[in-house]
């Protein structure tokens, strides 16, 4: 059974540093494609950052340049380094997974699986 489970999300000031992790199971990691994605209240889901099993990256404009994705195969992990935070990057953050039909850097594909979320709050 696939199974993916966030944490690392707290309460930060503008211009601070969280990482958030990414704990899969229940499948072959480098198998699948894997990526973070971000729900504000009142808005819709966003794709922040996906990355492939060589590496590869791709990033929303909104964060480029400030969040970091990265993994670590061998313990099954994802991460998200988040710096210079934003109030306006406050959201639930959720780890995603799925099967690499098509590029697993691209935003155009839809995601199996799904973590329970966690809460990243910025305050100004």
């Known amino acids: 059974q ?5 944490s690392g999300g707290g309460s930060v000031q503008t211009g601070g540093s969280l990482r958030l992790s990414c704990a899969a199971s229940g499948y072959t990691y ?3 494609c894997m990526g973070w994605f971000r729900q504000a209240p009142g808005k819709e889901r966003e794709a922040v950052a996906q990355i492939d099993s060589d590496g ?6 909104s964060v480029e340049g400030r969040f970091t994705i990265t993994q ?7 991460y998200l380094q988040m710096d210079s935070l934003k109030p306006e ?4 953050y ?4 799925r099967h690499p039909w ?4 691209s935003f155009s594909y839809d995601y199996s699986y799904w973590g329970q979320g966690t809460q990243v709050t910025v305050s100004s």
Do not use: P, R
Not at 2 to 6: A, D, K, L, T
Not at 72 to 78: E, F, G, Y
Not at 89 to 92: L, R, S
């Open 94 to 97: 959720y780890c995603a997974a």
């Open 72 to 78: 670590n195969s061998a313990k099954n992990t994802l």
């Open 102 to 105: 098509g590029s697993c850097v």
């Open 30 to 32: 480098s198998n699948f």
């Open 56 to 61: 590869s990256t791709i990033y929303a404009d």
């Open 2 to 6: 696939v199974q993916v489970v966030e």
């Open 89 to 92: 990057d406050t959201a639930m």
